[in-house]
C-alpha cells in the first residue's frame, strides 16, 4: 500500500467514526458557521445536513447568548471549554439538556475552526429508563408465567374430577354446581393461557409494516363505535422489517383495544408510522428503527398506574385482566424493539419501537 492509499484510508476510516458516533459533532468556522454536522447532530437539532450547513450557530441555536460569546472567544483565543448541563435553547421552541465541549481546531493551510460535541442529557436518562422498563418486563413476565404453570395442572385435575362427578350424579340439580366447577375452571384456564403469553418462538419473515397495520384497522373498525374516529398517518416510505406479522397484529390489537376502552363512545384514534436513522433502544444502536404510534384522545392513564402498566397484572378497568399490555411488551421486546408510553388527559401515546437490522434482532 501506497503512503497516499494508507492517508487516504485513515481519512475515511475517520470520516466513517464521524458520521458513526452517538456523540453529536458540528465544526464550526471563525464566525460560528456551520462547516459540518454528523448525523447524531442532524437527529438531535432535527435538520439535516444541506440545510444546517452555511447556517450560523445562532440559526441552531435561538438563545444561549453567553455561550455563543465564549465560543467565539475560544475560537481566537484557542482555549478550549466544556459546560454542564447547559441548556441549549433552539429554534422551533425547543430547549435540551446537554454536555457540550468546544476544541478551536488549528491547521496551517486553513483557518481557524472550532470543533463542537454535544451529549444528549435526557437520551441517556432515557436509555436507562428503556433499559428498566426491557429487564421489568422480562421479570414480571417470568413471574406470571411460573405461577400460570404451578396453577395449570391442579385445575386440570380439578375440572376432570368434576367431569366425573357429573356422569355420576342423577339430580339435574346438582348437575348444576357441577356445571359451575367447570365453567369456572375453563374460565381460569383461559386466563393462565393469557399469563403463560404466546409459547411459540416468533416466525420472522419479511413484513410490510402497513400491511399489519391495515389488518388491525379492518378488525378494531368493525369492533369500535362508530363514533370513533380512526385515522391513518402513514410514512410509505418505510422498508419492510422482519418480523412475526401473527404477533405484530396481536401487541397492535392489544393497545388498539385498550386506547378503543379508554375513550368510551367519543373519541379519535391515529394509527401512524415514521422511521428514526441512527437511534438507540436501551443500549443497543441501530441504522433504522421503526415506529408505530397509537395515539388516542381519550381520558389518559390513571396516574397512580402509570409507571407500572407494562407489569401483568396491573389494570385500571373493573373487568381488565391487566394482561394486555404485558404481553404487548413481551412480544415486541422478542423482535427486539420495546413499547414506550407518554400519557395526559386528552392525548395517549403508545410508540412501539422496532429496530431493522436482522443482525440485531433478539428472538
Ligand atoms: N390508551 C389508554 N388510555 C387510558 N388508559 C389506558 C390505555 N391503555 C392502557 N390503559 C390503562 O392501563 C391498564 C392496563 O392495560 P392492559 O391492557 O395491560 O390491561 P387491561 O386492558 O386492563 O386488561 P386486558 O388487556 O388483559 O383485558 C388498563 O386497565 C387501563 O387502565
Ligand atoms: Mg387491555
Redesign the pocket.
Known sequence: MHDTDKALSVDLLQKQIIENMTTSVLILDQSLTVLYINPACEMLFEISRRKATGKSWQYLVTGNQGLTERMKSSVEQGHPFTKREAQLELMGDRTLTVDCSFTPLYEPSADPSLLVEIQHMERQVQISREENLISQSHTARALARGLAHEVKNPLGGLRGAAQLLEGELESDELKEYTQIIINEADRLQQLVD?MLGPTSLPRKEDTNIHEVLERVYQLIKAEAPETIRIERDYDPSIPDIHADQGQLIQALL??V???I???GDEGRLILKTRSKRQFTIGQNRYKLVVLVD?I?S?????EE?LDK??L?M????A??????????QSLINRHGGLIE?K?KPGS?I?RILIPMEKDNDSG
Request: hydrophobic share 40%.
Open positions: 393469557r392489544n393497545l383495544r385498550n386506547a376502552q379508554a375513550m397509537i388516542d381519550g381520558p389518559g392513564i390513571p398506574i402498566i407494562f401483568p396491573i389494570t385500571g378497568r373487568e381488565g385482566t391487566g394482561l394486555g399490555l404485558s404481553i404487548a408510553c400519557s395517549t403508545f
